[in-house]
C-alpha cells in the first residue's frame, strides 16, 4: 500500500468542535473526503445539520450534528453518548472550538476574561479530556487541538491578552496529555495556524481594519486559507504519525519567524 493510500482514515469516528464552519468546517470536509464518519461538534445546531449533511451528501459517509457547548461538562457528556451510540467508538478528536476578544488588559471585564478562558482553553480540556476516556478504554486515538500562534508571539495592533493567554495554554496542555497518556497509544497534538480567513476573521468589524496591517506585515504578505490547514490534520488524525505526539505544528507563513 502506498503512503496516501496508508494516510485514508476509512471508517474511522471523529468529532470536530465548533465543526459547523470556518476551520472546523474545513477539517471536517478533509476527514470525511479521506474516508471517516463525523459528527460536527457546535453551538450553532442549524448550521451544524447543514454542515453535516453536505458532508454525508459530497462524500458517501456518515455524519450527524450535536449541539454541545463545549464549555458545559453535562453537555460533554452527552456528546460523547450520543457519538458512542451512533458510531459504536471514537478515533479521533478534534477540538478546535474557539472565541476571540480584543479589549485593553486595562479595561477588560472578569466575565469577558472568562468567557474566552472557558472556551478556548476549557473547552479543550473538556472534550480532549472526554475523548482520552473513551480512547484510552479502546486502547487507542488521536486528539488534535486548536491552538494558535497567538499562543507564541503576541498579536499586534490589537489587544487580546485572554485570547493569546488561552492558547499557550492549550500548547502546554496538549504535551501534558501527550506525556501522561503516551504508553497508552493516546496521541495529542496542536496546530497553530497563522491569520486564516475565516468569520472570526474576515466577519469581525472590529478585525476588518488591520486586514491589511497584518498582510504587510506577513511574509507572504496574505493570510491563511481554511483549506491549507487539512493535510496536517488528516496525517495527525491517521496511522502514518504513530510517532508524533506532544508535538505543535505552527502553520502561518512564517508569520512568527519575524
Ligand atoms: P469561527 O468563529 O469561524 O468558528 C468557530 C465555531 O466554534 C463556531 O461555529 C462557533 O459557534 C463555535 N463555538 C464557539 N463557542 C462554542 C462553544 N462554547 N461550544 C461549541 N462551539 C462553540 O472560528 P475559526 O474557524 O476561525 O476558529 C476555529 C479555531 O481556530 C478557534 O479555536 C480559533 O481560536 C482558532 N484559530 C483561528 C484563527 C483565525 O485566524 N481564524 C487563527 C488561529 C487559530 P457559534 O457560531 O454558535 O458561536
Known sequence: MGIIEKMRLDGKKIFVTGGARGIGKSVATAFAEAGADIAIVDLDIEEATKTAQELEKNNGIKSIAIKTDVTN???????????????????????????????????????????????????VFLTAQAAGKVMLKQGGGSIINTASMSGHIVNVPQPQCSYNASKAGVIQLT???????????????????GYIGTELTL??????????????????????RPEELQSICVYLAGDTSSFTTGSDFIIDGAFTCI
Open 203 to 224: 466577519n469581525s468589524p472590529n478585525l476588518q481594519p488591520l486586514i491589511e496591517q497584518w498582510n504587510e506585515m506577513a511574509p507572504l504578505h496574505r493570510m491563511g
Open 73 to 123: 461538562p453535562a453537555d460533554v457528556d452527552a456528546m460523547i453518548e450520543t457519538i458512542l451510540k451512533a458510531f459504536g467508538r471514537l478515533d479521533v478528536a478534534f477540538c478546535n472550538a474557539g472565541i476571540c476578544m480584543n479589549v485593553p488588559a486595562e479595561e477588560m471585564t472578569y466575565e469577558q476574561w472568562k468567557k474566552v478562558i472557558d472556551i478556548n482553553l476549557t473547552g
Open 175 to 193: 504535551k501534558s496529555l501527550a506525556v501522561e497518556w503516551a504508553t497508552r497509544n493516546v496521541r495529542v497534538n496542536c496546530i497553530s495556524p
